[in-house]
């Protein structure tokens, strides 16, 4: 069981200077104990999460700059600086940066589940990895990815 210890992370650090690369984000653990775990994010223009759910997590973004498209549950939605975007779990959701500025935000999830480890294994696979194996290895740390939508 990992508790979490009491404390600062300075801005622009993480947790023992990790920084993974997933899929072209950028990623830096801020926070991690068994109940919860937190990440600064920075999404250049033209990166996504593909829609997923997390069927053990709640997960959280507080925007910071830029504008994420999302769509969650179906539905099209926007959020900007100052907002906090809420996926319950079991509810599906992408997330979308379709502008041309990078957006920052503050990512977290409750309980921590197995996330911090699928960012190790995604990280790992390389800065070009093959769709399908993020799709497996996500599968095996209770993150499952939806498959494209059918094109009409």
């Known amino acids: 069981m990992t508790t979490m210890t009491a ?5 622009g650090q993480g947790m023992d200077g990790i920084e993974w690369n997933i899929l072209g984000q950028i990623y830096v653990p801020k926070q991690k104990s068994e109940n919860s775990f937190s990440w600064h994010a920075t999404f250049p223009p033209g990166t ?4 997923h759910i997390h069927p053990t997590q709640d997960e959280f973004l507080y925007i910071l700059e830029g504008e ?13 600086p100052g907002d906090l975007v809420r996926l319950p779990m079991g509810i599906p959701h992408g997330i979308f940066n379709k502008s041309d500025r990078t957006i920052k935000c503050l990512f977290w999830v409750a309980p921590t ?3 911090y480890d699928l960012f190790w294994g995604i990280h790992n696979l390389g800065p070009n990895p093959n769709p399908a194996d993020v799709v497996a290895l996500s599968a095996q740390h209770e993150v499952d990815f939806l498959p494209p939508p059918e094109e009409g």
């Open 7 to 11: 404390g600062v992370t300075p801005m």
């Open 48 to 51: 996504f999460v593909p829609p």
């Open 68 to 80: 994420f498209d999302f769509t969650l549950d179906g539905k099209e939605a926007r959020a900007t």
């Open 113 to 115: 589940g197995r996330l």
